[in-house]
């Protein structure tokens, strides 16, 4: 089973930034494309952002110019830095490790942007 542990979800006011954290074991993070999605209450799970195990990025229309995705192969460890946040950007965030055509999920990280 993989193992995603997220961390940095919180409340933040619009224009502010925050910082979401997913780490995996050596293995999957070496073979694996890591992702973050997000779902906010009545809405379908939507890819915010994606990165290859060689550094190839893509990013929802939404986000684009404002968050970044990356990641430390040596910490095994991938980041998704999110600024100018706007109260559109509040989700469940949930990190991913697709290998193949199958997704692995974490459990989820909640962001809430609110004045």
């Known amino acids: 089973q993989v193992q995603l542990v997220e961390s940095g979800g919180g409340l933040v006011q619009p224009g502010g930034s925050l910082r979401l954290s997913c780490a995996a074991s050596?293995?999957?993070?070496?073979?694996?494309?890591m992702g973050w999605y997000r779902q906010a209450p009545g809405k379908q799970r939507e890819l915010v952002a994606s990165i290859t195990t060689s550094g190839s990025t893509n990013y929802a229309g939404s986000v684009k110019g404002r968050f970044t995705i990356s990641r430390d192969n040596a910490q095994n460890t991938m980041y998704l830095q999110m600024n100018s946040l706007k109260p559109e950007d509040t989700a469940v965030y949930y990190c991913?490790?697709?290998?193949?055509?199958?997704?692995?999920w974490g459990q989820g990280t909640q962001v809430t942007v609110s004045s």
């Open positions: 991913t490790a697709t290998i193949g055509s199958f997704n692995n």
């Open positions: 050596r293995y999957i993070f070496s073979i694996a494309t």
